[in-house]
């Protein structure tokens, strides 16, 4: 069982910046590929970024360029560096945690963080 704990959403200004932590309650967090998605009022929830246990990320299109996700596996956090925000950006961000074993995938969701983006 690995528990996900979000932390520093908040209030921010358009063109302003938030950074996004989520720490893992886990043993060996090296292994898990972990994800951050976000979900407006009334939209599907949507995937953000990821970075795998490799150190490879992907960007959906809408925060290439703006949005940087990357991992501390010493800490067991996973970050994800808000710039030149939106008000479009305004959601409840979620971390997810995706483990392999023979044969399947299982996954870990946090509780979320808002995000509010506004002047």
């Known amino acids: 069982q690995v528990q996900l704990v979000e932390s520093g959403g908040g209030l921010a200004q358009p063109g302003g910046s938030l950074r996004l932590s989520c720490a893992a309650s886990?043993?060996?967090?090296?292994?898990?590929?972990m994800y951050w998605y976000r979900q407006a009022p009334g939209k599907q929830r949507e995937l953000v970024a990821d970075?795998?246990?490799?150190?490879?990320?992907e960007y959906s299109d809408s925060v290439k360029g703006r949005f940087t996700i990357s991992r501390d596996n010493l800490e067991k956090k996973v970050y994800l560096q808000m710039n030149s925000l939106k008000p479009e950006d305004t959601a409840v961000y979620y971390c997810?945690?995706?483990?392999?074993?023979?044969?399947?995938?299982?996954?870990?969701w946090g509780q979320g963080t808002q995000v509010t983006v506004s002047s």
């Open positions: 970075i795998l246990a490799n150190g490879k990320t």
């Open positions: 997810k945690a995706v483990g392999e074993a023979p044969g399947y995938e299982y996954d870990y």
């Open positions: 886990t043993k060996i967090f090296s292994i898990y590929a």
